[in-house]
């Protein structure tokens, strides 16, 4: 495997900075890695389509190589699920569930069960032990997005106007599994909790501002509640214009906030206005120059983002989505120096 920097993982460095305690350096994270540079990490053209499916041992091995604090584990919630004629359970697929006779055959998850799904991460744990990597978690796309996806998009959004009873029903079962596996989680020393849910275009919500809150907004916090009681940092990962929420976020306790997607939004504007208390975690477009630039594009767009964006509520360098198939895999080792060169 190439090794991309010297610099020494450090959990503790992260969370400081997720708290707001200003370390001196500059942390470098990313939300997961695509194909195209996991094959120019490692070497070789078998690996993966995403770096959270490669065994925790070769997570500790992309943490170490690229200068990231932490591994990442994307436990997505468990799917809504009914019995069949046959007695077996199956996991609904999107598109599937749009009728209340559907809704109604939903089985709830056992707490054993949910148990059984958070149990994996012990093994993560012993991997790291010892290496100064730490271990967050993404509970991702379990309340909002996972609800839209199973009924169709455009059925779902109409039904927030036509039905809401259902809508708030299904969200119910989308999102309850993922509080109390959280719940479970935060008994572990995580460095950060992620909330990601994407609830957002590029021109702001899905849905008028007022009907996305009141239906996403309780289970997130019910989502993050854990983590705040055991003072483990929160961070909410969402694509999309998000001004609209930004007060929402920081009065439920959000610590940190991610991509800060460059399709939406201003993330020195942000940082002027929300500097003091959230954390700010992306902005290097995926694109440009990411995708397009060149590593001299790459180098003075981190060195001024570290300049600009440090101090505060602080700043954790990484891309505006995650390091994907269109990444130039120079341009993503000239971001990973650059973090190291200039922080």
């Known amino acids: 495997m190439k090794l991309l920097t010297s610099r020494q993982p450090n959990k503790e460095r992260l969370k400081a900075t997720l708290l707001h305690e200003n370390p001196s350096e500059i942390p470098y994270w990313e939300a997961a890695i695509g194909k195209r540079n996991l094959a120019f990490l490692f070497g070789r053209e078998d690996v993966p389509e995403l770096s959270w499916l490669v065994s925790p041992e070769e997570q500790l091995q992309i943490a170490t190589a690229t200068g990231q604090d932490v591994v990442t ?10 019995r069949e004629p046959n007695g077996s ?16 055959k939903i089985v709830p998850y056992t707490d054993e069960e949910i148990r059984a799904f958070v149990k994996p991460i012990e093994r993560v744990f012993d991997v790291v032990a010892g290496t100064g990597v730490g271990v967050s978690v993404a509970c991702g796309g379990s309340i909002w997005q996972k609800a839209w996806q199973l009924v169709g998009f455009e059925e779902f959004m109409s039904k927030t106007l036509t039905d809401p009873a259902f809508v708030e029903r299904l969200i119910h079962h989308t999102a309850e599994p993922g509080v109390r596996a959280a719940k479970l989680l935060c008994e572990y020393p995580l460095t950060f909790l992620m909330v990601a849910d994407n609830i957002s275009t590029t021109k702001g919500p899905f849905v008028s501002p007022d009907t996305l809150k009141s239906l996403w907004r309780p289970w997130a916090e019910k989502t993050i509640a854990p983590a705040k009681a055991k003072g483990i940092p929160a961070m909410l ?18 610590d940190a906030i991610n991509p800060v997607d ?22 290097i477009n995926q694109h440009w120059p990411l995708s397009t630039g060149t590593p001299a594009d790459v180098d003075r767009t981190v060195r001024e983002y570290i300049d600009r964006l440090r101090g505060g509520g602080g700043y954790v360098v990484s891309s505006s989505h995650d390091i994907g198939e269109n990444v130039v895999p120079a341009n993503w080792v000239a971001m990973i120096q650059a973090v190291e060169r200039y922080s």
Do not use: H, S
């Open 237 to 254: 990962n969402t694509d999309g214009k998000i001004d609209w929420i930004l007060d929402d976020i920081v009065e439920m306790g959000f």
């Open 262 to 283: 460059p399709n939406g939004n201003d993330i020195f504007e942000v940082k002027e206005l929300y500097g003091d208390r959230l954390c700010l975690v992306g902005g």
């Open 89 to 104: 359970l199956r996991c609904l697929e999107d598109g599937e569930l749009t009728t209340w006779d559907q809704l109604d």
């Open 73 to 82: 584990l994307w436990m997505f919630g468990p799917a809504p699920r009914v």
